[in-house]
């Protein structure tokens, strides 16, 4: 069992409509939790970053981290076509720099 | 350029040739990664430099993979005899410190 499962999807969503993507985790030392997002044929670019629990707004994305359950989310609302991308979670692990990820989630915004 | 550079962005190479990918950080960036993304996958930790020091090698996959950072800033990343197997995306990316990661667009090499 990988340390962060995440479905690949594809996920298709309507123009507008609000997506929620998810990850969940099994190492509870996991304190810093990233969503990237890839295009396709280039590098992750860092949307969110959030510590231990708890949630964090920015514009139209909110990450949300439940310690607890180890399961963190990121919702996105009024869904744009530039929104299609793959989503990344990644969590810092044992040391301060090397981060583990997840396989990605494919969204797709049908205008 | 203001973001992290790499060359070549494709790269095909015959089973057993030796490839080298080259990596150019933001200026000022102390810290250097390396990854592999395989298909439909995330990124696996390669490698890690800060300044010309590779701190942690730990996820280089065999003693073919051999990376350098001698003046750190460029960075190149070789790979001997080529398998199958190493088909995927290289990705470096840089940071500050141990702050935010900024990456390249990849080195998508094939190997046939």
């Known amino acids: 069992q990988k340390e962060v499962e995440q479905d690949p999807g594809p996920l298709s969503v309507p123009e507008g409509a609000i997506v929620s993507l998810n990850c969940t985790y099994s190492n509870s030392a996991f304190q810093y939790f990233m969503w990237y997002r890839q295009y396709s044929r280039k590098g992750p670019e860092l949307l969110m970053y959030t510590y231990s629990s708890g949630n964090k707004e920015d514009g139209r994305f909110t990450a949300q981290v439940d310690k607890s359950s180890k399961y963190i989310s990121l919702f996105i609302r009024d869904s744009q076509p530039s929104d299609s991308a793959t989503y990344l979670c990644?969590?810092?692990?044992?040391?301060?720099?090397?981060?583990?990820w997840g396989a990605g989630t494919k969204l797709i915004i049908k205008p | 350029g203001a973001g992290v550079s790499q060359s070549p962005r494709y790269k095909v190479a015959k089973r057993g040739q030796d490839v080298a990918l080259r990596c150019d950080p933001i200026s000022g960036h102390v810290s250097l990664f390396w990854y592999q993304q395989a298909l439909g996958q995330g990124p696996e930790f390669l490698t890690y430099?800060?300044?010309?020091?590779?701190?942690?090698k730990s996820g280089l996959p065999s003693d073919r993979f051999f990376a350098e950072r001698p003046e750190g800033s460029v960075s190149t990343l070789k790979i001997q005899r080529t398998q199958q197997e190493d088909s995927a995306v290289y990705l470096c990316?840089?940071?500050?410190?141990?702050?935010?990661?900024?990456f390249g667009e990849g080195s998508r090499l094939t190997v046939l």
């Open positions: 990644a969590m810092e692990g044992s040391s301060n720099y090397q981060l583990i």
């Open positions: 990316a840089s940071s500050l410190n141990t702050g935010e990661l900024f």
């Open positions: 430099f800060q300044n010309e020091a590779q701190l942690d």
